[in-house]
């Protein structure tokens, strides 16, 4: 009965390859949105920054973006958990192209800056909730089939972003509208296409839980975050001991504090449950994605600038320069996820992808201004694959580590410290580069100073009388060639080739310190993730997961309520007496909570019942030629009994009767094992 039961019980896939991929379609408009809008305006914020006469407000508009994505991602990640995936993707596409229908109307930077915040309020959603749908869908082990589709996204906007950025923002006007307008306006034709597919082919169940919203707790790790967002990036402006850096620190502290403590009180309801972090492969994947994430943008955002100001690129071509990153972190993401996919394991990819990383930077720190670049993109190739096989796998753990309920905190989660981890990390590297800069450039000229190439450039009259040269020349002859501005290295591309060298050079070598800061954070993020446990990956999807623990709740709960009831009526006699006046009723109460149980527990519950009748036939039937071959073997007993009063032997009767050793014993004897059988 139990292998014919348990066929019911093994359901199709919640959906179909074909409906996961309509599903997926609406995911990857969703996080094109995103992530087109992060490479097209970094291309085109120094135009706009000019139009409106604003450019060393710039970085405003960036640290606006980065706070309000950064801070709305783990309630994205809480609130669908509460009230659904779909409402709240549908929201946060909506409030994303708000955000960038807004910021064409922009007429200075301070209003780009706040509608660029209003825009990251509904970027906060788009790529964890994208990633958390993703996982109600597919189960881990078959989400490498479908990963690939994402990361192409990534790979594809970081290849047309740069370009149509720079297109849009070198055009004077386009149907009568400003450019670099239009890199805003891109927005809305693929938002309203992600919208239209969303709406449509986005309908996963969604059972509704009564809990409170942690609004608390997202005010306090607001007053946490953007005091430190603030300062991460605008501290090297300010100094990083002025009395507005110290002032976030100490704003930030409390912030965090106060969050830590509004999460304790408010336990499973919270926005960030700390129970989470009791979890050994939730918070050591934590800690992972945050290192890695340092690492990761600390490397991302020094290898452009190396490419535009030691190699000259353009930042277009800089960021075709870096495709060779980006197509090895989506060759080895696609591998690694179908590897998983076939075998399980999981545990390997992260150690492997940091190993990577930190084997690809080290090589990246090593060039300098006459390495290749095609030396330099085999470099890139390694770093991208150490990218591709290690941030998903860590996601991946984390989802499994918490209850499938949890699936938007866990994916919010993950999302969440990958981008603190970016910020600290692009702040921090930038900071020791623009730090090392001037020191490694007098190093450089002071090293050059003797050569004849140097002193031959400092005799030439063109240079003499070069007005382009006159600035450098100048700060030579004091000493103070470190002290030149480096706001606008543009004037580089102007000079003297045998003037711009030195300068090359210690931007090269402030780039190789860098980059070896992010080594050391790689080594350490190394050694963390080598402690994540090995995690079991689950069969199934999330929302089936889901279901099935709501139904083993169920049936715990079920049997709680049956206990009390069925109790007495067990225990209760077989003759019905006063004392069982109120028994029909509590039968009857006790048959409706077996039917709910049974109906959740069985799908399909006429199909099991006729299963279960098939099998208690063939029951009755064994147990007919039971007492058959029982009664047959009582006649045979009596007969052997006789034939041995008779004088016979037991060989003899057993030869007799072409008895085999074993039925020879089983009949011989006081026949206590037939008594015993019957």
Avoid at 161 to 182: H, M, N, V, Y
Avoid at 352 to 363: A, C, E, K, N, P
Avoid at 664 to 676: H, L
Wanted: aromatic content about 6%.
């Amino acid at each position: 009965m139990t292998t014919s039961l348990a066929a019911p019980a093994e359901r199709k896939p919640l959906l179909s390859h074909r409906q996961i991929l309509a599903i997926l379609a609406g995911l990857m408009a969703g996080m094109f949105l995103a992530s087109l809008d992060q490479t097209i305006v970094s291309t085109s914020i120094r135009t706009i920054a000019d139009d409106l006469d604003g450019l060393s407000l710039q970085a405003w508009v960036t640290t606006a973006y980065l706070i309000t994505s950064t801070l709305t991602t783990p309630l994205y990640g809480k609130l669908s958990d509460l009230y659904g995936r779909k409402p709240l993707f549908l929201i946060a596409i909506t409030i994303f192209l708000i955000g960038s229908v807004a910021c064409t109307f922009s007429e200075s930077m301070f209003q780009l800056a706040g509608f660029r915040a209003l825009q990251g309020l509904g970027a906060g959603g788009l790529l964890s909730l994208a990633m958390t749908i993703l996982g109600d869908i597919v189960s881990p082990r078959e989400r490498a089939k479908y990963q690939g589709y994402l990361v192409a996204v990534f790979g594809t906007s970081s290849v047309l972003g740069p370009l149509i950025g720079g297109f849009l923002a070198g055009q004077s006007e386009i149907l009568g509208i400003t450019g670099w307008r239009w890199v805003f306006l891109v927005n809305v034709p693929i938002g309203a296409v992600a919208l239209v597919i969303v709406a449509k082919v986005l309908n996963l169940p969604h059972q509704a839980r009564d809990a409170k919203v942690d609004w608390p707790g997202a005010l306090a790790l607001a007053l946490g975050l953007v005091p430190l967002l603030l300062v991460a990036e605008q501290g090297r402006a300010w100094g990083w001991t002025s009395a507005a850096a110290l002032s976030c620190f100490g704003i930030g502290v409390v912030g965090l504090a106060l969050f830590v403590y509004v999460e304790h009180r408010y336990g499973d309801d919270a926005l960030l449950p700390l129970r989470s972090f009791r979890i050994r492969a939730f918070s050591v994947g934590t800690g992972g994605i945050l290192l890695v994430g340092m690492g990761m943008f600390g490397g991302m955002a020094a290898l452009p600038l190396y490419l535009q100001i030691v190699k000259g690129a353009t930042p277009t071509a800089s960021g075709l320069l870096i495709l060779p990153m980006v197509l090895g972190m989506m060759s080895m993401s696609i591998v690694s996820g179908r590897v998983i996919s076939r075998t399980g394991q999981l545990k390997m990819w992260p150690v492997l992808g940091v190993s990577l990383m930190l084997v690809g930077l080290i090589l990246i720190s090593g060039i300098g201004v006459d390495t290749p670049l095609w030396l330099t993109a085999i470099y890139m190739l390694i770093f991208g694959w150490g990218l591709g096989s290690s941030m998903q796998p860590m996601t991946l753990t984390m989802q499994n580590a918490l209850p499938a309920r949890d699936m938007g905190v866990a994916t919010a989660s993950a999302t969440f410290f990958r981008q603190m981890g970016g910020t600290l990390g692009t702040a921090v590297f930038l900071s020791i580069l623009f730090g090392a800069v001037p020191g490694r450039i007098t190093a450089a000229f002071q090293a050059a100073a003797p050569t004849p190439a140097l002193q031959a450039a400092l005799a030439d009259p063109a240079v003499q009388s070069n007005p382009v040269d006159a600035g450098v020349l100048a700060a030579l002859s004091k000493g103070t060639e470190g002290t030149i501005s480096l706001t606008d290295t543009s004037f580089l591309n102007h000079i003297d080739e045998r003037l711009a060298l030195p300068f090359l050079q210690g931007y090269s070598s402030a780039m190789s310190l860098t980059f070896l800061c992010g080594t050391a954070v790689l080594a350490i993020g190394l050694v963390l993730v080598a402690f994540l446990p090995r995690v079991t990956l689950r069969q199934v999807s999330g929302l089936e997961q889901q279901r099935a623990d709501e139904a083993a709740l169920a049936e715990v709960t079920l049997a709680a309520e049956l206990a009390p009831v069925a109790g007495p009526a067990v225990a209760a006699p077989a003759v019905a007496g006063p004392a069982q006046a109120g028994a029909p009723e509590a039968t009857t109460h006790r048959d409706r909570l077996r039917d709910r149980l049974l109906g959740l527990l069985i799908p399909d519950l006429d199909g099991a019942l006729a299963t279960l009748a098939v099998a208690e036939r063939a029951r009755d039937g064994a147990r007919r030629a039971h007492w058959e071959v029982t009664e047959h073997a009582a006649t045979l007993i009596e007969a052997r009994r006789e034939l041995i009063r008779h004088g016979l032997t037991g060989d003899q009767i057993n030869e007799l009767l072409l008895l085999s050793s074993a039925e020879a014993a089983r009949t011989s004897g006081n026949g206590s094992a037939v008594s015993r059988s019957v």
